[in-house]
């Protein structure tokens, strides 16, 4: 991951995957992002910091092509040596789709993908087995505890074996167990060389999962470097005291 | 009080005993209400998901218009579709004012709004809870849109309930471009006005009475579907 005033040359320097080239997004009369310039490299796990409202699930929808740059543009980088577009997937902080069940989530998603039914079917079982949900197959997903909807999450992204994973705020709101859970899937994920670019709250989520940090702030980011050097060396001045928790309420 | 407690006998035993012309009066105004509501349900749908889904200027001053056509009176749409009909109107050659078809003409144009009004809400909503996830996993406009409303099945299923209550309660329209022609064109709201106006009150007041029984069956239905996903909705939440 390299971006705006950071060294990109930490360690051995991946292919780029996606790039944001002085990115702005407006909502209306409302600048979410702006001037943005990020690339996110294979293999990279990449945490994204920041106070409510700096910008991060912005971010993530702008890297992974939900909104439109209002100004600067989004780049995708064929991968190598496939020559195609990576796969992308997402976990929103709504974790389920629509009011179908565990099952029917995770099948749709895959017709959506254009998979052959056998494959559907062979896909769902295996992911659901993997995140431990295929006992609830059929349960409504709305049923499910908040640390179950992550996981049915999870399941659905590694059915559609992306090769790109973005996670906004996947643990904001579970109890300390399901926590963990989540999170040694998502190093599952990172184990299995997916990209992983996730936003959280939690400081000490990004030193465990990251390979990388960036900081937002008001839209803007001021800080992405190496995990170690984030959190060991000086910081641009806000992101500083937003380590040291000196942020006033804006 | 015993004219109208003996009207209502009689029309009571017209029920009781399937009156051959209060049937057919009964028929017709089902078939021509139930064809009107589908073929307003095919064009009502895809304008309100459309509309939801798509942007392109011009689409604020749509839904206005759909919106305000929402109170449109169907004396109003009767007029026009005469006009249209009419032998010196435009669609004149077509030869069906007057019959079953002009009738189910006019009531699909007075229901399309409706439909398409409440149709384009049942998708903005299924659009705000997953729209992003729907578009994450690949899925363009039209795909969301029909994903939503085949998701939102019983929401639409009510909607065209509604539309349905609306078409077969309505008396301009029909009476102006079906003429009330006894055992033409002749439903169950003009024959009321009609036989109200002879003074032949029984068969006025039997076919009322399966009037409000027609309005008020759809009216439990709509309910129970309301009550019913409500009641899901809380125990699944």
């Excluded at chain 1, 790109?164 to 999170?183: G, N, Y």
């Excluded at chain 2, 017209?14 to 012309?21: C, L, N, P, Q, S």
Aim: hydrophobic share 50%.
């Amino acid at each position: 991951m390299s971006a705006a005033g950071a060294n990109p040359g930490d360690g051995p320097v991946s292919a780029p995957l996606l790039s944001l080239h002085d990115a702005e997004v407006r909502f209306g009369g409302v600048t979410a992002l702006r001037g943005v310039n990020l690339t996110v490299r294979r293999g990279e796990r990449l945490m994204l910091v920041g106070t409510n409202g700096s910008g991060k699930t912005t971010l993530l929808r702008a890297l992974h092509g939900l909104v439109p740059c209002s100004r600067g543009r989004r780049e995708v980088h064929a991968l190598a040596p496939q020559g195609r577009e990576p796969v992308a997937a997402m976990l929103f902080q709504n974790p389920f789709l629509l009011n179908l069940s565990v099952q029917a989530n995770l099948r749709l998603a895959l017709w959506l993908r254009g998979l052959p039914r056998a494959e559907r079917a062979s896909r769902c079982t295996d992911a659901l087995q993997r995140v431990g949900l295929a006992a609830l197959a059929r349960r409504p997903a709305r049923v499910l505890s908040g640390g179950q909807q992550q996981r049915l999450a999870l399941a659905r992204a590694w059915a559609l074996q992306p090769d790109i994973l973005f996670l906004d705020e996947p643990t904001a709101s579970l109890d300390p167990s399901a926590k963990r859970e989540v999170e040694a899937l998502v190093a599952e994920f990172a184990g299995d060389g997916v990209t992983v670019v996730m936003s959280t709250h939690n400081l000490g989520q990004a030193k465990r999962l990251g390979s990388h940090v960036a900081y937002l702030e008001d839209g803007q980011l001021l800080a992405a470097l190496p995990v170690e050097r984030f959190f060991n060396e000086p910081l641009p001045g806000a992101a500083d005291r937003f380590l040291k928790g000196e942020l006033p309420f804006a | 009080m015993s004219t109208v407690a003996d009207s209502l006998r009689l029309a009571l035993d017209m029920i009781r005993h399937a009156d051959v012309e209060l049937v057919r009066i009964v028929g017709l105004s089902l078939r021509v209400s139930g064809t009107a509501c589908v073929a307003g349900a095919v064009v009502g749908l895809a304008l309100g998901a459309g509309l939801a889904v798509a942007r392109f200027p011009g689409q604020r001053l749509l839904v206005w218009a759909m919106n305000t056509l929402l109170a449109l009176p169907s004396v109003v749409v009767g007029l026009l579709v005469y006009l249209l009909l009419s032998r010196a109107g435009p669609l004149g050659a077509w030869g069906i004012l007057f019959t079953p078809a002009a009738m189910v003409v006019a009531q699909s144009i007075l229901v399309v709004p409706l439909i398409a009004a409440l149709s384009r809400r049942l998708v903005l909503n299924g659009l705000r809870d997953g729209g992003d996830q729907l578009r994450s996993l690949g899925a363009g406009a039209a795909t969301s849109a029909l994903l939503l409303l085949v998701h939102e099945r019983w929401g639409v299923l009510t909607i065209l309930l509604t539309a349905f209550g609306r078409a077969v309660a309505e008396v301009g329209a029909v009476m102006i471009v079906g003429g009330n022609i006894e055992g033409v064109t002749r439903v169950m709201t003009t024959a009321i006005a009609l036989e109200t106006s002879k003074g032949d009150l029984p068969l006025a007041l039997a076919l009322g009475v399966v009037l409000l029984g027609v309005v008020g069956l759809l009216n439990l239905f709509v309910g129970l579907l309301h009550g019913g996903t409500a009641t899901e909705r809380e125990a699944l939440a």
